[in-house]
């Protein structure tokens, strides 16, 4: 629901959203958002951000939008004082992969096993 959105993204301080509004139409709705979550790690006691959802309508891709939206993240990310920024690929998702590669983005390393505890 729109409330729990707000709740989740908007209204939550360890979250930021940028929005992708084309300059070039008169309607100005937006084409595209990046959400971040601010991440510390608490053995370095350093920060950064992941950029846990970045989405650009299909009409709109190609058109550099998702690299705005990186390199805005990065501009918050420093203007913040953190020192990393992540984003990540679902395996199935060889496209957005293949896009981060194409612009630059560093791939990093699997970060090993990873698991989860049931809570149900």
């Known amino acids: 629901t729109p409330s729990r959105l707000r709740a989740l993204v908007l209204d939550a301080p360890e979250m930021r959203g940028l929005v992708a509004f084309p300059a070039d139409r008169p309607s100005r709705l937006p084409v ?34 998702g690299r705005a939206l990186i390199a805005a993240a990065r501009r918050l990310a420093l203007a913040e004082g953190c020192t990393r920024l992540t984003i990540s690929a679902h395996p199935a998702n060889a496209g957005a992969a293949a896009a981060y590669r194409a612009i630059g983005l560093a791939e990093r390393p699997a970060p090993g096993p990873s698991f989860s505890v049931a809570l149900v």
């Open 32 to 65: 595209g958002y990046a959400l971040l979550s601010r991440r510390t790690d608490l053995i370095t006691g350093r920060s950064g951000y992941d950029i846990a959802h970045l989405f650009v309508q299909d009409v709109f891709r190609g058109r550099g939008i």
